[in-house]
């Protein structure tokens, strides 16, 4: 009776009182005087042993080609289980089975946060492990070399007692795995079956117990002859190829061989080795790939995992893959957790402000809260990329914050929007008790005015605690002012980017650094009063806030890069380093880029804080109690001026060119009618 024969299945008749049994055990394999044969192995490769695959190759090899000790893992086969303990059904394979899992790595081997959590899966529990080795190639050309392999198939595999390979080429922008599977074996000679027969009063319960996570025991009894315990995979009438690889590991005297089979049933095999001694050249092997399951050929096989995958996941995956490729040659200090961790707030979601929130994405920074009060007009969306023409009268942040989402997923979860207006010197806030109720989620109607302001005030100032990097994309210079005096007081990188016509200024603020207000000596005032349309509207050429945003984010992401971070000394264009072109990001960093497209020219600048600055001045910045001051600097732009002391500065400089006149005898001063200079 074969295993898969129809008649194996019927019952016997009733009135059968008489009954001859026969049973053939694998006519090839049991013949006497033929050699022993066996069932190659097929493979199941499970996605996770690809996915750990893929971040162990993309964040910790990178261009590196190490031998990795992996493990494959296989259980007996048994009438009533198939090998991975669910019950038989008649389309089940009967070839010996190896499978691969994400638990096939040794945990050692990865030690990247980005690398995936490995669950225990049950075969790597409850199996018979196999050692083997995987060879992750950089090209499809390295793949193809034949004597690459069979060298890693002599000195890493039988050398070393492992039982298979496992020759790879990982596409990891497509996700799709190349792979050739071996399991090469010495060419000792052959294994001759004597005898072949099934062992009666014994079901091989305890010895599978015995031998599991093991699979293979050799007991010698003495010189010539040894009792061999196998636990076999395969539900056909032949071992599994895995039993080669244990017998021609026995000892060359050892001739007279007990084999028995636990797996379909329990078999005994009496076996004579012939040729099984030294004298035979150890280097000489058979490869044993794995044909092809459905050409039958020896080439190697493809598995694609882009079907499997969710769009976030491919989206968060090819996100991730252009950042991480940099730290394999171009710039291997790269930090791709401090990016992932840095909390930005994004002031003003405009004309720069988008082109930097999808730069910040593309950097996989993730954590970005977008504060804007306006609202998406129709003009909006042919210069700001995250808005189109339906979005018209939507909160210009939260739209923002959506379009985000949708660009990448993944980053959902850090995104935040907030419809706050900034308060701003020379301004009424029109709705003040909604502008409070964004900044505290309660309104207090009942409150004094200023206890009100410095709601808003003490909001912006936490939106500004909370965060590591702060921009300001703002399109009027007076809404700069407030962030700029918080930037400073909590220690915070500052980014400020500007636009002009055809011009541009991107900068960073320090103590030591000048600030955006440094060179004033007024205080800030209400810039948009009495201007014409093309003043109010940001008219500038449409290739400038792309450049300027890309600008302001390299800044940012330098500085982090730095040593001394926020503390990086500045450096202009003729620093020591300007030939230098190691690949970091922190090599120079400027204090002021300024651009000029009629020119095509940037320039770098160095410009130091003003000790009277009306915004990043000590008197300003510790002046207490805060929110209080900070809301007459804003009511009295004048009031800023007194308080940094440049009311004072303006008033010496007044006497001293009235002290001049005196002395000099006057001063010369244009006559307007005569068109004359008069002396006075």
């Known amino acids: 009776l074969s295993s898969n024969s129809a008649i194996s299945s019927r019952p016997l008749p009733r009135t059968c009182s008489d009954l001859k049994l026969t049973v053939a055990i694998g006519k090839d394999m049991a013949s006497s005087g033929q050699p022993l044969k066996y069932q190659p192995f097929i493979s199941l490769i499970r996605p996770t042993f690809w996915l750990h695959l893929y971040h162990l190759k993309l964040h910790e090899h990178r261009l590196d080609t190490p031998i990795i000790p992996i493990q494959g893992f296989y259980t007996a086969f048994t009438s009533d289980n198939d090998q991975n303990g669910i019950k038989s059904n008649p389309n089940r394979p009967t070839a010996p089975t190896l499978i691969l899992s994400s638990s096939s790595f040794d945990p050692s081997e990865s030690q990247s946060a980005n690398s995936p959590t490995r669950p225990q899966d049950p075969e790597a529990q409850e199996s018979v492990a196999l050692p083997g080795v995987l060879l992750n190639y950089n090209t499809l050309s390295d793949f193809a070399s034949v004597s690459v392999r069979n060298k890693i198939l002599r000195e890493q595999v039988i050398a070393k007692n492992r039982r298979f390979a496992i020759f790879c080429y990982a596409d990891l922008k497509s996700y799709k795995f190349t792979y050739l599977f071996a399991f090469p074996v010495?060419?000792?000679?052959?294994?001759?079956?004597?005898?072949?027969?099934?062992?009666?009063?014994?079901?091989?319960?305890?010895?599978?117990?015995r031998l599991k996570g093991v699979g293979w025991k050799v007991t010698v009894k003495d010189e010539s002859s040894c009792h061999c315990e196998y636990l076999d995979p395969s539900g056909t009438d032949f071992p599994a190829w895995s039993l080669r690889q244990f017998l021609v590991e026995l000892p060359p005297s050892c001739t007279d061989i007990q084999l028995h089979l636990y797996g379909r049933s329990h078999r005994i095999l009496h076996l004579t080795a012939t040729s099984n001694s030294a004298s035979v050249d150890s280097n000489d092997f058979y490869e044993g790939y794995l044909k092809h399951p459905t050409t039958g050929k020896r080439q190697p096989q493809i598995t694609d995992l882009s079907p499997l995958l969710s769009p976030t996941v491919l989206s968060k995956h090819a996100a991730e893959l252009n950042i991480a490729l940099m730290k394999w040659q171009v710039f291997p200090g790269l930090q791709i957790e401090a990016l992932k961790e840095c909390k930005v707030l994004l002031i003003g979601a405009g004309t720069v402000g988008a082109y930097v929130a999808r730069s910040l994405l593309a950097w996989g920074i993730h954590n970005v809260t977008i504060l804007d009060h306006s609202n998406v007009s129709y003009s909006n969306p042919v210069r700001q990329p995250l808005y189109d023409p339906s979005d018209h009268g939507k909160s210009k942040a939260e739209t923002a914050i959506k379009a985000l989402a949708t660009v990448h997923p993944p980053a959902k979860e850090g995104l935040e929007a907030i419809r706050l207006q900034v308060p701003m010197p020379g301004h009424i806030i029109q709705d003040e008790a909604a502008n409070v109720n964004a900044a505290t989620n309660e309104v207090e109607s009942e409150d004094p005015k200023m206890a009100r302001k410095v709601q808003v005030v003490k909001r912006i100032a936490e939106l500004v605690e909370n965060c590591d990097?702060?921009?300001?994309?703002?399109?009027s210079r007076e809404s700069r002012w407030l962030p700029t005096v918080l930037g400073k007081r909590h220690k915070k990188i500052v980014i400020n980017a500007a636009l002009g016509f055809d011009s541009f200024l991107v900068m960073r603020h320090h103590d030591e650094l000048g600030c955006y207000f440094c060179n004033d000596i007024v205080g800030p005032t209400n810039t948009l009063r009495d201007r014409t349309l093309d003043q109010q509207c940001t008219v500038t050429r449409p290739g400038l806030a792309p450049m300027t945003s890309g600008l302001a984010v390299e800044m940012m992401t330098s500085l982090l890069h730095h040593p001394l971070g926020r503390d990086a000394p500045a450096s202009n264009s003729d620093a020591d380093d300007k030939y230098d072109h190691q690949p970091r990001l922190s090599q120079s960093i400027p204090h002021q880029v300024r651009g000029f497209l009629n020119r095509f020219e940037t320039m770098s600048f160095v410009g130091k804080a003003f000790e009277s600055c009306v915004a990043c001045s000590d008197k300003i910045v510790h002046a207490e109690p805060f929110e209080e001051v900070m809301v007459k600097c804003l009511e009295a732009p004048?009031?800023?001026?007194?308080l940094s002391g440049v009311t004072e500065i303006l008033r010496k400089q007044e006497e001293r060119e009235r002290e001049l006149a005196e002395r000099e005898g006057g001063i010369e001063v244009l006559d307007e009618e005569d068109g004359d200079f008069d002396l006075v």
Request: glycine content about 8%; aromatic content about 8%.
């Open 186 to 209: 010495l060419k000792r000679g052959s294994f001759q079956v004597l005898k072949a027969e099934v062992a009666t009063g014994d079901d091989g319960t305890d010895a599978r117990e």
């Open 469 to 475: 990097v702060m921009f300001l994309t703002t399109d």
């Open 638 to 642: 004048n009031y800023a001026e007194d």
